[in-house]
């Protein structure tokens, strides 16, 4: 599975000359090569509703800036990015808005995309990603039984251990000084192999 990048974003209605556009096209910038080479999703506000997704024409004196919705578009062009969201996310008076958007690096990636009633002014968009997360297999863990410790032999074992920890060259390693506690335990416990279990690497990062 390759690894995947999810980014939010926000853009403030007052950002007339495009400036947070901007903003994110420089931290997609430096991404680098992972453009590429990982599955990237942008999702957010970008108050935009003057930009037709099915052409990508900006609609003009709509009373939204065009100069940020131009830049907008040359973001998705200069960055290879598809936007999937078709359905307005915003009702306001007679006008429906499409204001949030997902775009992704790769057209696959979103096996399903839903725009349901939301808990605010805004729908709320629901997405089923194309991925599946990558199993790490964990080894077998050793843990010991206490309560069929041979306690006697331990005792003893540890009298044995005072004398050759004391004599023994105090230039020894901490690993080795750790080894001969260690040894004990395994001596003198009784151990139980446990099942392995799988551990889900899912491991975002943020793009600043």
């Not at 949030?100 to 349901?116: A, C, E, Q, S």
């Not at 206490?146 to 004391?166: C, G, V």
């Amino acid at each position: 599975m390759k690894p995947i990048i999810i980014c939010t974003f926000y853009r403030a209605p007052h950002d007339s000359q495009g400036t947070q556009i901007e903003e994110l096209d420089l931290s997609l910038s430096k991404l680098g090569n992972k453009i590429n080479t990982h599955n990237v999703i942008i999702t957010g506000d970008f108050n935009l509703p003057n930009i037709n997704w099915e052409n990508h024409h900006v609609t003009p004196n709509s009373g939204y800036s065009t100069v940020a919705a131009n830049k907008l578009l040359s973001l998705v062009e200069e960055h290879g990015l598809i936007q999937h969201v078709n359905e307005p996310t915003r009702k306001q008076g007679n006008a429906n808005n499409i204001l949030d958007l997902v775009f992704t690096n790769r057209p696959g990636l979103i096996k399903k995309l839903n725009v349901v009633d939301g808990i605010a002014d805004h729908n709320t968009i629901i997405i089923d990603v194309n991925i599946s997360p990558k199993r790490k297999h964990r080894p077998k863990r050793k843990n010991f039984i206490r309560n069929k410790a041979d306690h006697l032999n331990i005792q003893k074992s540890l009298d044995d251990f005072t004398h050759e920890y004391f004599s023994l060259n105090q230039n020894m390693t901490v690993n080795d000084k750790w080894n001969l506690v260690s040894k004990i335990n395994h001596q003198h416990y009784e151990t139980l192999c446990t099942s392995p279990s799988y551990n889900f690497q899912i491991q975002p990062s943020l793009v600043q």
